[in-house]
């Protein structure tokens, strides 16, 4: 009958069912752990909180968290820092300055130096975005022909209309403040010395005395800078003597762009080899020349030559007065990154999450001893009361878990007090207050079991 068919069509099963043969039963599991999964069928374990189990993993969990944190306390505590705030120490009229650092714990190569800023809000959106990434991989020009570089705004175009190399907030913001750093050895050290022959660390040309070691600090990207940017990975120089596309203002990208970055971070240094009293601490900046674009305009620029060869050369001057970078205690150095391969840069362009931060600015790799005093002399570029702003100088040793963080430790060391606390509290209740049986699994029904 017609009921009879919608009765046996009713109890048909659906489509997907008729599909599966009994030789299917390895897919047939599978649908079925998934159905059952789905539904949230799949059997389930769930622990019974008995008072000895939380007893046990409170107390245990407890002293394991304390043990870890008197671990890194102690690892913490051997690293030696030294912090100095430095914002109010420059000369208002010369932009130098000078303060001391006295060393009272020995300090292991490598000893790390940074720069800390306060109140510095690098994370702020429109200053994260006003970067193009794409500017500072590609080593040609011809992509400022077909974009605006409008990932850079505010910070886009030069003098003369051109386009800023690099450009954005974040580059033209970076951190230029430079350090010196001079070390007297303790008396112990010095004798020492002298009874092996004398001190040639602290030795002038001419017999006089010297106000101590000037120390080597190595600044490179391959020593400062994440090896995932170092290396030509994410920064590639864009060759300032190259010939440029005829579309832009300049014959040489130099020319064609506003390559700031080259005054800045040049092929070579000139580099002061000692500081005293008869030889006081001063940078020198290199010297800019004239040079004229296609369309008549006069720019200055970087007056640098052969940014790429063997043997770079550039013109320094100190005050606004051409300088002679020769002499006995002047030499001229050259580097290998420049420009926006250079390390101090590299760092500055890996965003800060927090107002407060600190970056890397050098590595040393001379020890100091207990008692020796550490005279930096620094030249203020970085305004930083303009932000009500700090800035800090910080020397420091490292560990197996990076620099000195006390809160790791501390942190441990309250959770697992916690912990141990607690289950303290829990025995005391289940073993002497306990009035009836708590948490019985024999007092369960069969099916709560």
């Avoid at 000078?98 to 800023?117: A, N």
């Avoid at 910070?155 to 003369?160: F, M, S, T, Y």
Wanted: proline residues 6%; glycine residues 10%; positive net charge.
């Amino acid at each position: 009958s017609a009921q009879g068919v919608r009765g046996s069509a009713a109890s048909a099963p659906p489509r997907w069912a008729v599909a599966m043969r009994p030789e299917q039963g390895g897919g047939q599991r599978q649908r079925t752990l998934w159905q059952r999964f789905a539904q949230q069928r799949l059997k389930s374990w769930q622990p019974i909180l008995a008072p000895r189990w939380i007893i046990s993993i409170c107390i245990v969990g407890g002293l394991l968290f304390l043990c870890l944190g008197t671990g890194l306390l102690l690892i913490s505590w051997q690293v030696a820092e030294y912090v100095y705030d430095y914002t109010d120490e420059a000369d208002p009229s010369t932009g130098l300055g000078s303060f001391s650092i006295q060393i009272t714990q020995d300090m292991d190569p490598p000893i790390w130096i940074y720069y800390q800023l306060d109140g510095f809000h690098q994370n702020h959106r429109r200053y994260v975005q006003s970067r193009d990434d794409g500017q500072l991989r590609d080593t040609s020009p011809r992509r400022y022909l077909e974009a605006d570089l409008k990932l850079c705004r505010p910070w886009i175009a030069g003098g003369g209309g051109r386009a800023r190399y690099p450009c954005g907030l974040v580059a033209r913001s970076v951190f230029n403040d430079t350090f010196a750093l001079v070390v007297r050895r303790p008396p112990a050290e010095v004798a020492a010395g002298a009874g092996s022959g004398g001190d040639a660390r602290c030795r002038r040309p001419g017999g006089g005395a010297c106000d101590g070691e000037l120390l080597s600090v190595d600044a490179s990207a391959a020593a400062i800078a994440w090896p995932a940017d170092a290396g030509g990975r994410r920064y590639r120089n864009l060759d300032p003597e190259a010939s440029a596309p005829a579309g832009l203002a300049g014959e040489r990208n130099q020319l064609a762009l506003d390559m700031w970055i080259l005054e800045r971070f040049p092929p070579v240094a000139c580099e002061q080899t000692e500081i005293s009293e008869a030889t006081p601490y001063a940078p020198v900046v290199v010297a800019r020349r004239n040079e004229t674009l296609r369309s008549g305009r006069r720019v200055e620029v970087a007056d640098c030559r052969g940014y790429t060869s063997e043997s770079p050369s550039c013109n320094f001057m100190r005050d606004g007065v051409p300088f002679d970078c020769s002499g006995q205690y002047r030499k001229v150095v050259k580097r290998d990154d420049w420009g926006v391969e250079n390390g101090h840069f590299i760092v500055w362009m890996r965003i800060a999450g927090l107002p407060g931060f600190r970056k890397l600015w050098g590595k040393v790799g001379t020890p100091l001893a207990a008692g020796s005093l550490l005279k930096v002399h620094f030249k203020d570029n970085f305004k930083v009361k303009e932000f009500r702003g700090r800035k800090a100088f910080v020397i420091s040793t490292g560990s197996v878990l990076g620099g000195r963080n006390d809160f790791l430790g501390y942190g441990y060391i309250v959770v697992g007090s916690c912990c141990l606390v607690f289950g303290v509290a829990l025995l005391w209740r289940h073993a002497v207050r306990r009035s009836r049986p708590l948490c019985d699994p024999r007092l369960l029904s069969p099916i709560e079991r």
